[in-house]
Each structure stands twice: as C-alpha cells, then as structure tokens.
C-alpha cells in the first residue's frame, strides 16, 4: 500500500515537472524540473528495492549532469538568445541523423520491453552484481554509447559557450594608452585606484583613500556623504576640491 501511495505521488510530481521542463521559457526552469524529475526517479528506484541505481540516479545524473547543465547556463548566460548561425558545418544534417537513430533505438528498446517476457527485480536477487554482469556483458554497447554521448554533451557545452570575439582584445598597453587619453582629455588621474584600505589612514567612512602620489582618490569618498557634508558646508576643501577636479564624481553628483 505504501509503495503504491509512492508511485501514485512521485508519478505524478515527475510528469508535472517534465511538462514543465519541456514548456518553460525560461532554462533555469528547466534545470530545476528536471532535478526534481530525476531525484524523483531516485526515490522509485528505492522504493523498488533498487539502493544501488537510486544512488546512481542521485550521485551521476543529479549531481554530475545536472551540474552540468548548470555551469553551462552561467557560461552561456540566463538571458541569452539562440544563435541562429551554423558555427559547424553540416551540423543540422548529423543533428537529424542522431535524432532519427535515437528514435529507432527507442522504438526497439520499448518493442523488445512489450514482446518479450517481462522480468522484474525479483528475477535478480542481487542487485549490484546482476546489474555489473548484464552492462559489461549484454549491455556494453548500450553503455559505451552513452559514455560517447556525455562526453559529446560536454563538447556542446563548450560550443554553446563560445562567442566570437567582435573586437580585439584589449592589451595592457592599450588600457594604458586609453587612461593617458582620458587624462589628456578630462584631466582625470591616469594612475590605477588603490585597493580597498591600502592608503587608508582612518576608519571613518567620510575619510578618502589616498593615491600613491598623496593625492586624495575621490572615488573613495562615499557620494552620500560628501552631499550631506557638503549641504552643511562641513565638507573638507581639499575633499571638495579632489571632487570637482574627478569628472565621475561630478557624475555622481548630479545622479
């Protein structure tokens, strides 16, 4: 009675989710429905006195795969589009071709489970060695077949998250060009800013960094402040001066 209580809820939690992993919009979405499609196959096997493949099902597809996926949406980005383009010739042509060879192996794989006899956990006493045996011996091109296709899913991965490159990259020397440019042009401090607390000399938040050449950094000085102290006329002259000479923190000002 329990198991079937299980299968009844989990069935029905799987399919919702897959409905929802094949129609959402969004791919975050879709990973998400499909964890919760394979952590529910993962409860199934264990409920059908199967520890071993409800291990697998957790470990390899939940926690590998599903990693996976995921990485690839953090390279590939939440919000972008599909690209259109060909970035490898011929690759709609092998595209169908595996589909309709995937179709076929799925068309015999459910014929063979409705013609032939039918045989349950019952029939293998000892669930990890019967499962060893019949994957390296009866199964192991099934098996081969699928260590090719994870790895060409990884391959996919790299190449959905490579972009061509419109511009060239930007060199050092070029960024050092770029500063002096700006300095040419706004008179704005070429020198790099100080990291965080480097040339501090207070804790106070109203207190500015200083640059390497004792010159005050203004993008240290908090805007907020600089506006509150600078309405009570407390703002200090050489604060206020670094401020009007920085053209971001005349920006920011006026925000």
């Given at each position: 009675?329990?198991?079937?209580?299980?299968?009844?809820?989990?069935?029905?939690?799987?399919?919702?989710?897959?409905?929802?992993?094949?129609?959402?919009?969004?791919?975050?979405?879709?990973?998400?429905?499909?964890?919760?499609?394979?952590?529910?196959?993962?409860?199934?096997?264990?409920?059908?006195?199967?520890?071993?493949?409800?291990?697998?099902?957790?470990?390899?597809?939940?926690?590998?795969?599903?990693?996976?996926?995921?990485?690839?949406?953090?390279?590939?980005?939440?919000?972008?589009?599909?690209?259109?383009?060909?970035?490898?010739?011929?690759?709609?042509?092998?595209?169908?071709?595996a589909g309709l060879g995937f179709a076929v192996l799925l068309a015999l794989g459910i014929g063979n489970a409705f013609i032939g006899p039918a045989k349950g956990l019952a029939a293998y006493p000892q669930n990890v060695p019967s499962l060893a045996e019949l994957i390296f011996t009866r199964h192991v091109f099934a098996f081969e077949v699928t260590s090719a296709l994870l790895i060409t899913a990884a391959l996919g991965?790299?190449?959905?998250?490579?972009?061509?490159?419109?511009?060239?990259?930007?060199?050092?020397?070029?960024?050092?060009?770029?500063?002096?440019?700006?300095?040419?042009?706004?008179?704005?401090?070429?020198?790099?800013?100080?990291?965080?607390?480097?040339?501090?000399?207070?804790?106070?938040?109203?207190?500015?960094?200083?640059?390497?050449?004792?010159?005050?950094?203004?993008?240290?000085?908090?805007?907020?402040?600089?506006?509150?102290?600078?309405?009570?006329?407390?703002?200090?002259?050489?604060?206020?001066?670094?401020?009007?000479?920085?053209?971001?923190?005349?920006?920011?000002?006026?925000?």
């Open positions: 009675m329990g198991e079937t209580f299980v299968f009844w809820v989990l069935a029905v939690v799987s399919v919702i989710a897959a409905l929802g992993l094949v129609f959402s919009r969004k791919a975050v979405y879709s990973a998400l429905m499909l964890g919760v499609v394979m952590l529910s196959l993962a409860v199934l096997y264990a409920v059908q006195d199967a520890p071993f493949l409800a291990v697998v099902q957790i470990i390899v597809y939940t926690g590998a795969v599903m990693m996976l996926f995921l990485f690839v949406l953090m390279m590939v980005g939440v919000d972008s589009s599909d690209s259109l383009v060909e970035t490898i010739k011929g690759q709609r042509f092998w595209a169908v071709l991965a790299v190449v959905l998250a490579h972009r061509e490159r419109l511009t060239p990259k930007l060199t050092q020397r070029d960024l050092a060009r770029q500063r002096f440019k700006e300095f040419a042009r706004t008179g704005r401090n070429p020198a790099p800013l100080p990291g965080p607390g480097t040339y501090a000399r207070h804790n106070a938040i109203d207190k500015p960094a200083l640059l390497p050449d004792g010159s005050i950094a203004a993008q240290s000085v908090n805007r907020y402040v600089a506006r509150y102290e600078k309405a009570e006329g407390t703002l200090p002259p050489e604060v206020a001066q670094a401020l009007e000479s920085d053209s971001e923190a005349l920006e920011l000002e006026k925000e």
